[in-house]
């Protein structure tokens, strides 16, 4: 889809959410839907898309799961591997299913793949995004792609620093820099940037977050 080359200002992202708010909504709403309703398994569908998405894009990883969707629950890297090179679907087709693997064998020795009940069972929403992104048997989530992954599940007041956040809150002025935060201490930092001007002109930092995603890529996707 064709990128949007003008300049992200303020007025923009008011016009763009009030444009936009309805169908920002209900995509939130869906994801809400899955941290209320949805399966461990289907939990997990959205744990591989955002290890798919890191050093990706939303498309690519999207097309990988589809790719490896019967592979999830019990599949190898060599055959998540094969199935990646005969589509075409990721531009890393061995390292992304080594990754899956590796964090599916820790949930499933840990806590028998009851994703939901871990998730659940942090009281401190810092504590459990450091948890994906920390330990080191989960791999492929850095702060980025842990966010990436609550979101989508329906938590709500993570910022997704990607590089069209980034731009955009730079182009604004939020943020000096449009270089990704690469440890906790600035993503935090980041992010407290980020829900400020949320506030600041009153729109929800998980709306805010889609508006200007979109006004970068031209679209609503996750």
Not at 13 to 35: C, M, N, P, S, Y
Not at 119 to 135: C, G, H, T
Not at 184 to 194: A, I
Request: hydrophobic share 40%.
């Amino acid at each position: 889809m064709q990128r949007n080359p003008e300049p992200v200002t303020v007025e923009r992202v008011i016009a763009t959410h009030k444009t936009r708010r309805r169908e920002i909504r209900k995509r939130l709403g869906e994801f809400q839907d899955i941290w209320r309703n949805g399966s461990d398994a289907r939990i997990w569908e959205e744990l591989v898309y955002c290890i798919f998405t890191a050093g990706a894009s939303a498309r690519m990883g999207l097309n990988s799961v589809a790719a490896i969707q019967s592979l999830l629950l019990d599949g190898e890297p060599e055959a998540m591997t094969l199935v990646l090179r005969q589509t075409g679907a990721h531009r890393f087709p061995v390292a992304r299913p080594r990754y899956i693997v590796t964090t599916r064998n820790y949930f499933q020795s840990n806590f028998g793949m009851a994703l939901r009940k871990r998730l659940r069972s942090f009281a401190d929403p810092i504590e459990r995004r450091d948890w994906l992104a920390q330990e080191k048997q989960i791999k492929g989530l850095g702060y980025k792609e842990a966010s990436h992954f609550l979101r989508n599940i329906g938590v709500k007041g993570h910022a997704i620093l990607d590089k069209h956040v980034m731009r955009c809150l730079a182009e604004i002025g939020v943020i000096d820099t449009t270089k990704p935060p690469l440890n906790r201490k600035r993503y935090l930092d980041t992010e407290e940037q980020l829900l400020r001007f949320a506030k600041d002109i009153r729109i929800n930092c998980d709306e805010l977050d889609l508006v200007l995603w979109s006004m970068k890529t031209g679209e609503v996707l996750k």
